[in-house]
């Protein structure tokens, strides 16, 4: 073996040690052949994406089993791999190398997981090994040691009611009952707790024989879910599986669900993986949650992963959310899957009565707090929630007199001050900027454009001081409530429940919630704004601080029509859903050369431009758009430029297809 030999020849010819070679000493011609495992070896080389062969020893032929992990020489090195196949001989006409060791016998690689792990390898542009990395959490050996027992207690007969809210729900229950595999996407309204309408849909499932997967987006709604799970399913149905759990808990889940000791699993967008056999059903709530998108290479969407599972499987499906993305009006309007939504005038009758103002008055300019949220606080019978879209205290200062943004004397950064004790100090370098003068006007006295929760709080509770205040948000996420009167100020997705819902819901600032730069703003907004009006309890109200025709879709309780007219505006553009976009992350002379590359036959490609235009030493990125039927080629194409790079070691690019934010 010479010293150029490239990691194809490594992985598959022994080490030179005199012992490997007594090892890899062919065979007596009267002996029988060894058998040959065919493994997925994590090599982290986007060229070398594809499986290899190796030898099976007598002392491990019992234990490397399909799906099993092992360890294996590959480039001079013992890396980690899992065992795809056994077969009786190679394609490969070199010799082979040998399994090293097999890690443990448990088959944790199922051949439908293995499918949907290279599927989604394929459709974002990636390498299998990373996929995997996401599918299937690290080992813990305690937990194999751990025998789990199926529950043998007769399935809960369940109840139905929640469903009759939506034209053909019942119907979609009763065909998942059945053995069948409707797909179905629901709009959801406030009243029937959604945990309760997936359970009993997973228990129907069930009623068939056949298993469920479902995403939440974070740890707190698996607790809240879980717990509905346990009622309605009964004990020992389920487990939850999230990245939040402690090793050996998170990899006994995992055990739990290849073995086939339960058949549902609920969890955050890693469950999407989750190796649930004779799965029937796959599952998803508040599918536009940015916590679904994976920020580990090659970031999937756990929308996706499920929408190609249930597709490879043959299963049903069932997405909802108070909100609806594009994504689903796309399935929607495609004939892919069936709108379950209530009746217009339920709907309108299920969701807060929403009065919006921008607080002004004749001749009078528009006011952040109006004396409209005041009068709805006064008047409240029990808690009042109040959404706010930041956190801090004054995060951004300018001058009273003249408005330019105070700036820092030293480092030029923005000015600002993260506690009413704090000092105003610089965001960028920390230096304390007392006493502080304008530049420009030389006034003394600081305002502040934008007014976090942990302020509001502060003018609210002077105003109020009868009422308790509470925040949530950042590292304080406050949990379910009891009923009482209080005053709630949280960021979006940090709202806790109370118990029989909130008297009010307010949302201030909406105008700051449109103003990021984002391509998806006014979806985002929206499904955070419905998310919070759907905590209002049953004849709530509802007010919200912001431009009365930007606000249209909450007035009229009209998620389904504010998404019809997204979707349309993406068309225009050609955005996802309709069409398939990627961005390439990396210097500006392979980006310039990328550029001129023959993608596909529509791909328009837009830059190289500044990652971003705010701070041009974070490097360029290109846009690559294409017709959604190319979009495979495209990220065929992808996948082959990483592949170009890796064998000739020069340094990777970052490649996101479809990326959430742009």
């Not at 020893?57 to 234990?63: C, N």
């Amino acid at each position: 073996m010479t010293s150029d030999e490239g990691p194809e020849q490594l992985a598959l010819v022994p080490s030179a040690s005199p012992a490997r070679q007594r090892a890899a000493k062919p065979a007596p011609a009267a002996a029988p052949l060894l058998p040959v495992a065919r493994v997925v070896v994590d090599s982290g080389l986007a060229h070398l994406d594809r499986f290899f062969d190796y030898l099976v020893p007598e002392q491990l032929a019992v234990s490397a089993v399909p799906g099993c992990r092992v360890k294996v020489r590959f480039a001079g090195r013992l890396v980690d791999g899992y065992v795809v196949e056994r077969v009786e001989r190679s394609d490969h006409d070199g010799r082979l190398g040998f399994l090293a060791k097999v890690v443990s016998p448990e088959a944790v690689l199922t051949p439908e997981v293995l499918r949907l792990a290279r599927a989604v390898a394929d459709r974002y542009a990636g390498a299998l090994g990373d996929v995997l990395r996401l599918a299937v959490p690290p080992r813990h050996a305690r937990a194999e040691k751990v025998v789990g027992t199926p529950s043998d207690a007769p399935l809960p007969i369940g109840s139905v009611e929640g469903w009759q809210t939506y034209v053909h729900g019942l119907t979609f229950v009763a065909s998942l009952r059945a053995g069948e595999r409707p797909r179905g996407w629901l709009t959801a309204v406030p009243g029937p707790d959604p945990a309760r309408l997936v359970a009993e849909a997973v228990l129907a499932t069930l009623g068939s024989g056949r298993g469920s997967v479902v995403c939440v987006p974070d740890a707190r709604d698996v607790a809240r879910w879980d717990a509905v799970f346990t009622e309605i399913l009964g004990e020992g149905r389920h487990v939850v599986l999230t990245a939040a759990q402690q090793p050996e808990a998170r990899y006994r889940s995992f055990l739990a669900a290849a073995r086939g000791d339960v058949r549902v699993v609920l969890g955050t967008r890693g469950a999407a993986f989750a190796p649930v056999r004779d799965l029937g059903l796959v599952a998803m709530w508040d599918d536009g949650d940015d916590l679904f998108a994976e920020p580990r290479a090659p970031y999937p969407h756990a929308r996706e992963v499920l929408l190609l599972r249930s597709t490879q499987q043959d299963t049903a499906l069932l997405i909802g959310g108070y909100a609806r993305t594009a994504e689903g009006q796309s399935l929607i309007e495609s004939g892919w899957c069936t709108e379950l939504a209530a009746e217009q005038r339920t709907r309108r009758r299920a969701w807060p009565r929403l009065a919006v103002t921008d607080g002004s008055t004749a001749g009078s300019s528009p006011v952040r707090l109006p004396h409209e949220a005041f009068r709805a606080i006064r008047s409240a019978e029990g808690s009042v929630l109040v959404q706010v879209p930041r956190r801090g205290y004054r995060d951004s200062l300018s001058c009273q007199t003249c408005r330019e943004p105070a700036r820092c004397t030293t480092c030029q950064g923005p000015l600002g001050q993260p506690s009413a004790s704090a000092p105003v100090a610089c965001r960028w370098c920390g230096r304390t900027a007392s006493p502080w003068a304008c530049p420009h006007c030389h006034g003394t006295r600081l305002r502040s454009p934008v007014v976090g929760a942990l302020r509001t709080a502060e003018e609210f509770a002077r105003a109020f001081p009868e009422l308790e205040v509470v925040t949530s948000g950042g590292a304080s996420i406050l949990s379910d409530l009891p009923a009482g009167r209080r005053l709630v100020l949280a960021t979006p997705g940090a709202e806790p429940h109370v118990e029989g819902g909130y008297d009010v819901v307010m949302l201030l600032d909406t105008w700051l919630m449109m103003a990021r730069e984002d391509v998806r703003v006014d979806e985002e907004s929206h499904r955070r704004w419905f998310n919070a009006l759907a905590l209002a309890r049953p004849g709530g109200r509802a007010v919200a601080v912001g431009d009365a025709q930007t606000l249209q879709a909450l007035v009229r309780a009209d998620p389904a029509g504010f998404a019809a007219r997204e979707l349309a505006a993406r068309a225009e553009t050609h955005l996802p859903p309709t069409a398939r976009l990627a961005t390439v992350d990396g210097p500006d002379d392979v980006l310039a050369a990328l550029a001129e590359r023959a993608w596909t036959p529509h791909t328009e490609v837009l830059g190289p431009v500044p990652v971003d235009q705010r701070s041009p030493d974070a490097g360029q990125r290109l846009i690559l758009r294409a017709p959604r039927r190319e979009g495979a080629a495209l990220a065929a194409a992808l996948a082959a430029v990483a592949a170009e790079r890796s064998a000739a070691k020069q340094p990777g690019l970052r490649v996101q297809v479809d990326p959430p934010t742009f």
